[in-house]
Nanobody, 116 residues
Framework: QVQLVESGGGLVQPGGSLRLSCATSGFTFSMYAMNWYRQAPGKERELVASISSANIGTNYADAVKGRFIISRDNTKATMYLQMNSLKPEDTAVYYC?????????WGQGTQVTVSS
């Protein structure tokens, strides 16, 4: 079955960096686009970044453009989110997502807290 497992979250000071990972299994990772979403307390889940299957195209939410970098390693079936210059408003649970054979799959999420 399809599994998405996030890791790498934690507590970081404003201006700091974190690197999230999303390890996948159960499908041919290299053939599918992947996304990072986040959900802050009391807010709706929002799209943060997307990456195409062939690692050619990326897109970012305006709020993270220039600070976050999405990437993937198709040999490891893993996606990454490098987060730099973190701000308190980046505090949220971060989820990876894919759409495979007509279904949306989510990971369990990893908490990112930006606070001094």
């Amino acid at each position: 079955q399809v599994q998405l497992v996030e890791s790498g979250g934690g507590l970081v000071q404003p201006g700091g960096s974190l690197r999230l990972s999303c390890a996948t299994s159960g499908f041919t990772f290299s053939m599918y686009a992947m996304n990072w979403y986040r959900q802050a307390p009391g807010k709706e889940r929002e799209l943060v970044a997307s990456i195409s299957s062939a690692n050619i195209g990326t897109n970012y939410a305006d709020a993270v453009k220039g600070r976050f970098i999405i990437s993937r390693d198709n040999t490891k079936a893993t996606m990454y989110l490098q987060m730099n210059s973190l701000k308190p408003e980046d505090t949220a649970v971060y989820y990876c997502r894919t759409f495979y054979e007509g279904r949306t799959y989510w990971g369990q999420g990893t908490q990112v807290t930006v606070s001094s």
